[in-house]
Antibody, heavy 119, light 107 residues
Framework: QITLKESGPTLVKPTQTLTLTCTFS??????????VAWIRQPPGKALEWLGL???????HYSPSLKTRLTITKDPSKNQVVLTMTNMDPLDTGTYYC???????????WGQGTLVTVSS | EIVLTQSPATLSLSPGERATLSCRAS??????LAWYQHKPGQAPRLLIY???NRATGIPARFSGSGSGTDFTLTIDSLEPEDFAVYYC?????????FGQGTRLEIK
């Protein structure tokens, strides 16, 4: 059974760096074609794909956020970490991590974690 | 970058009716398109992958069709729990953003 869960701060100040952790079980990031992705949803807006990481450290990021994002993995802990710099109130939203299947794209999702950016 | 445009933005229907949602890609994505359902307070749920394949546990009233640039998600005989926001996403080339969504609301 595949599960994912996001954890991290619920409140960050503008200009600070956000660090979120996705802890997963039921699959291995060592499997070919499998990745862990980050997606967010600002209040009242659409889903926004942020980026993902594969087993061989291959990463892909949203072009609009590429300069602010870093996604790293710790296979020994079954964790993937999202780091986003220079946070702004517009970055407020629910952040999800998801399992990327080679064919099905995002077939399992975490419950999401709400991050508010405010001074 | 491939852009996905969904229409309509909002669809108002009654339970029992059929819903037809559209997703158009700015260039061909072959059949490499997925659909998701998203309800408030819940994680999104994969409905359809590779244009027409239902994900595990998805009821048969959900079906997907299309290839190239034009795709359709059809929901036959809407149930009350089907009213949600629906998104499409392609996996043909990087990056892989979602469409802007279609809100399916009760009329």
């Amino acid at each position: 059974q595949i599960t994912l869960k996001e954890s991290g701060p619920t409140l960050v100040k503008p200009t600070q760096t956000l660090t979120l952790t996705c802890t997963f079980s039921g699959f291995s990031l060592s499997t070919s074609g499998v990745a862990v992705a980050w997606i967010r949803q600002p209040p009242g807006k659409a889903l926004e794909w942020l980026g993902l990481v594969y087993r061989a450290d291959e990463r892909h990021y949203s072009p609009s956020l590429k300069t602010r994002l870093t996604i790293t993995k710790d296979p020994s802990k079954n964790q993937v970490v999202l780091t986003m710099t220079n946070m702004d109130p517009l970055d407020t939203g629910t952040y999800y991590c998801a399992h990327r299947d080679p064919v099905k794209i995002f077939d399992y999702w975490g419950q999401g974690t709400l991050v508010t950016v405010s001074s | 970058e491939i852009v996905l445009t969904q229409s309509p933005a909002t669809l108002s229907l009654s339970p029992g009716e059929r819903a037809t949602l559209s997703c158009r890609a700015s260039q061909s994505v072959s059949s490499l398109l997925a659909w998701y359902q998203h309800k408030p307070g819940q994680a999104p749920r994969l409905l359809i992958y590779d244009a027409s394949n239902r994900a595990t546990g998805i009821p048969a009233r959900f079906s997907g069709s299309g290839s190239g640039t034009d795709f359709t998600l059809t929901i036959d005989s809407l149930e009350p729990e089907d009213f949600a926001v629906y998104y499409c996403q392609q996996r043909s080339s990087w990056p892989i953003p979602f469409g802007q969504g279609t809100r399916l609301e009760i009329k």
